[in-house]
């Protein structure tokens, strides 16, 4: 069973990047599809970005891309979110996730097997 930890959060100014890190032990990345969500209190779980298993094709959610980057080092097990202008209405827990979604569930947290505890990110001056 793939065990996925999250790193990277924490408290940064408005304006600022953060780099998250998803980490996978227990198993490997080989031939899954990755993506991260993030939550806040108020909302449902909201679909931030995913990579294929191929890592030739990223998506995004709606207003994040160009901001937001992912990517996957299949050799070191790890994959990545690159987050920079970062807005305080980005502040939320991050969680990666791992599965084999079709094209069309991609955004759907429902379509992944395993997920991390999630890593917080507050952005706030």
């Known amino acids: 069973q793939v065990q996925l930890v999250e790193s990277g959060g924490g408290l940064v100014q408005p304006g600022g990047s953060l780099r998250l890190s998803c980490a996978a032990s227990?198993?490997?990345?080989?031939?899954?599809?990755v993506a991260w969500f993030r939550q806040t209190p108020e909302k449902e779980r909201e679909f931030v970005a995913a990579?294929?298993?191929?890592?030739?094709?990223?998506y995004y959610g709606d207003a994040l891309k160009g901001r937001f980057t992912i990517r996957r080092d299949n050799a070191e097990n790890t994959v990545y979110l690159e987050m920079n202008s970062l807005k305080p209405e980005d502040t939320a827990v991050y969680y990666c996730?791992?599965?084999?979604?079709?094209?069309?569930?991609?955004?759907?947290?429902?379509?992944?097997?395993?997920w991390g505890q999630g890593t917080q990110v507050t952005v706030s001056s």
């Open positions: 227990g198993g490997t990345f080989r031939g899954y599809g």
């Open positions: 996730a791992v599965g084999r979604p079709i094209l069309s569930s991609l955004q759907q947290a429902s379509a992944y097997y395993y």
């Open positions: 990579i294929r298993a191929s890592g030739s094709n990223t």
